[in-house]
């Protein structure tokens, strides 16, 4: 009895499409769609189990919706010459609706219920043209790097150029001060030597007043420390009672 016909819809239909370079892992996209209303069981398998990695490789596709299967190329040494013999091979049937172990489905199925459908696999290389354009795209972009660089560049020459006249603006500057001190201090001195001339001339009697203001003023600033000291302990004790 033949088998029937494939209800999924396979995206692509007929070939995986794997472009190289294969030094890396390689994916490639098969969509399923189930367009009936029934659940379907899938299954994909390859001629060449140890050069893909397929997932999902298995499961249920809902009535009306659709899984993304991805298929992926482990890296090898390609050989234009060889032509690629791998095949892929997507099983179904209608899954019973009161499936409860796939695996065990699977198994009990019978001829008549399988659909499958087959796909081949292609393996392309870059072609010069690409190779060109690509190199010429990074030539491109390391290009205006460069040129934005100099652009950059030449803000932060004339930055340093205006550091270096601020600084020597600096320097001027410290230097009149210096001299201003130095003045300050010359001046500094002679009033000094002024004074020690004037305090020389003072009388005794001026002297011996001074010292009665001073022992006055001395005596003034004790009775104040004084009055103080016993204003802060008439506080401190008033607040000593309020606490307890």
Known sequence: M???EQVLVLEPQHELKFRGPFTDVITATLKLTNPTDRNVCFKVKTTAPRRYCVRPNSGVIDSG??????????PFDYDPNEKSKHKFMVQSMLAP??????????KEAKPEELMDSKLRCTFEMPLENDKTHESESIKTVSSSASV??????????ASASLDDGE????????????MEVQRLREENKQIRENDGLRKRKVTPMAS???TMAAMTKDEGLSTRVLALCLLFFV?????GKLVL
Do not use: F, Y
């Open 235 to 239: 506080i401190g004790a008033i607040i």
């Open 65 to 74: 919706t659709s899984v993304n299967v991805s298929v992926m190329l482990q």
């Open 167 to 178: 600084v020597k603006k600096i320097m001027e500057e410290c230097k009149q001060l210096q």
């Open 97 to 106: 609706r009161d499936m409860t172990d796939m695996e065990g489905v699977w």
């Open 208 to 210: 011996h007043s001074n």
């Open 148 to 157: 934005k660089t100099e652009h950059s560049a030449l803000p932060k020459s």
């Open 2 to 4: 033949a088998r029937a």
